[in-house]
């Protein structure tokens, strides 16, 4: 399974990347630093345990922000108010908020640009509930 989301940090911080689902592994990959603040950088970079990250992702690279074994995956929720369109969870102790839908304020590459929309964000997270079910 494979998804274009968007990490959500804080009110307005977010990246866009690819979450996907093989062999056991979830694997969460940002592309470039999104509308993240210097801040949520770093406080990403710490949340990953991943030295670098931070200066990777605002350099406009992608980088893999977690790759963990569907285990170490938990408290995984769909809360009512991202209405199909979203999820939490964490990955150890850290923990992550996911959109399926693109927020206002954020750009993609080009070669992605028209996705995110409302029908195909919402697909996506019934498909990741099914997935994600234990």
Same mark, same amino acid.
């Given at each position: 399974m494979r998804s274009l989301v968007w990490l959500m940090m804080g009110s307005t911080g977010s990246v866009p990347g690819e979450l996907h689902l093989s062999d056991g592994r979830l694997v969460f990959e940002a592309y470039g630093r999104g509308a993240l603040t210097g801040g949520q950088l770093r406080e990403l970079e710490a949340r990953a345990g991943r030295p670098g990250l931070g200066g990777h992702l605002d350099a406009g690279r992608a980088g893999v922000v977690f790759d963990a074994p569907v285990d170490a995956v938990g408290a995984v929720s769909f809360p009512w108010y991202y209405f199909g369109g979203g999820m939490r969870?964490?990955? /150890?102790?850290?923990?992550?908020?996911?959109?399926? =839908? #693109? @927020? #206002?304020n954020t750009r =993609? @590459? /080009?070669?992605? *640009?028209?996705?995110?929309?409302? @029908? %195909? /964000?919402r697909a996506a997270g019934? /498909?990741?509930k099914q %997935? =994600?079910? *234990?």
């Open positions: 969870l964490r990955v /150890g102790e850290a923990p992550y908020r996911f959109s399926f =839908l #693109q @927020p #206002q =993609l @590459p /080009g070669d992605l *640009r028209g996705a995110g929309d409302i @029908p %195909a /964000g019934r /498909g990741w %997935a =994600l079910r *234990r």
